[in-house]
């Protein structure tokens, strides 16, 4: 009896991924979406007056897009956590936090941002619940006054916040990530 209790829990999770709809071509300015671009590029934009609109408008678009089109592509099945725990039954192959803020590094090196710099954050590195995201802030700001883009934390729904306002983690700058995956930006 247990055992089929179990099976029906994880098939029942494992078949009820969400799948986000994306605005790929940002056409439908009325939609979630737009607001929440919208949002985000005022936000980058408060950083600093040395950030250029344009590109905080286009890394705006591209986060929040892209961490949806990440979940959908990891087949997120309800919450973070029970994902993880999908990927660690291996029921499922990618979702963690460092997936996506790989995935996401990698889609933002398509581009050329000129006024704003990138980092690896972390939370307990090393820790059975180290967390990791990523950090923008302009060109001329450091780590700590960057802005934290989670898209773990809400299953594929951008979650950001000034990094130092974060109360759920306290980040710090995983230098040897940040040097490896940004170095060409660094030079």
């Not at 961490?67 to 990618?94: D, Q, V």
């Not at 933002?108 to 939370?123: G, M, N, P, R, S």
């Not at 060109?139 to 916040?161: T, V």
Request: proline fraction near 1%.
């Amino acid at each position: 009896m247990k055992l089929l209790v179990l099976c029906f829990f994880v098939s029942f999770f494992v078949s009820c991924s969400s799948k986000h709809e994306v605005d790929k071509e940002y056409k439908n300015f009325s939609s979630p979406q737009a607001y929440e671009i919208a949002k985000l590029e005022h936000t980058i934009l408060s950083l600093s007056s040395s950030i250029n609109k344009k590109e905080a408008q286009n890394l705006s678009k591209i986060l929040i897009l892209h961490s949806l089109e990440l979940a959908n592509s990891y087949g997120i099945t309800g919450t973070a956590w029970m994902h993880n725990s999908l990927i660690n039954l291996g029921l499922k192959e990618r979702g963690f936090c460092y997936h996506y803020t790989q995935d996401l590094i990698d889609k933002i090196k398509e581009y050329d941002f000129k006024t704003l710099k990138f980092y690896w954050a972390v939370h307990k590195k090393g820790e059975y619940f180290e967390h990791n995201a990523l950090v923008v802030s302009s060109k001329y700001q450091n780590f700590l006054g960057g802005l934290i883009l989670d898209a773990w934390r809400n299953s594929g729904e951008l979650f950001y916040l000034k990094v130092l306002k974060d109360e759920a983690y306290s980040w710090s700058e995983n230098k040897a990530k940040t040097s490896f995956y940004f170095k060409e930006k660094e030079e």
